[in-house]
């Protein structure tokens, strides 16, 4: 079983900056034979991709809107995804949602290529 739990939501103000953080687990789960997703939601809307990170060559890819401002890095020693976000907007206001997928050269963007999923944390960004 694989568990994913995300921390470092919180309330911000527009400019402002949050570090989130996936802590991966599970009985038989190795952590770095997984490509890596951060994916958010936002009220009425559906789930939408922000940025991934491949399980070797640690290749990275992003939304548009997430370029130049969201980095997203992990560390295979302790099992831990993380999504660095600067000079946030309003329109990251959203659910955050740490996902794991199968180790590939290809970062997937869709979340029905993402089988392992967090709870999700909650980001606001005030005007």
């Known amino acids: 079983q694989v568990q994913l739990v995300e921390s470092g939501g919180g309330l911000v103000q527009t400019g402002g900056s949050l570090r989130l953080s996936c802590s991966g687990s599970?009985?038989?789960?190795?952590?770095?034979?997984?490509?890596l997703g951060w994916f958010r939601q936002a009220p009425g809307k559906g789930r939408e991709f922000v940025g991934a990170i491949t399980w070797i060559g640690k290749s990275t890819s992003y939304q548009d809107s997430a370029k130049g401002r969201f980095t997203v890095s992990r560390n295979d020693a302790t099992n831990t995804l993380y999504l660095q976000m600067n000079n946030l907007k309003p329109e990251d206001t959203a659910v955050y949602y740490c996902?794991?997928?199968?180790?590939?050269?290809?970062?997937?963007?869709?979340?029905?290529?993402?089988?392992?999923w967090g709870q999700g944390t909650q980001v606001t960004v005030s005007s």
């Open positions: 996902a794991a997928g199968p180790g590939s050269v290809w970062l997937e963007v869709t979340p029905e290529n993402y089988p392992y």
């Open positions: 599970g009985r038989s789960f190795a952590f770095s034979d997984y490509n």
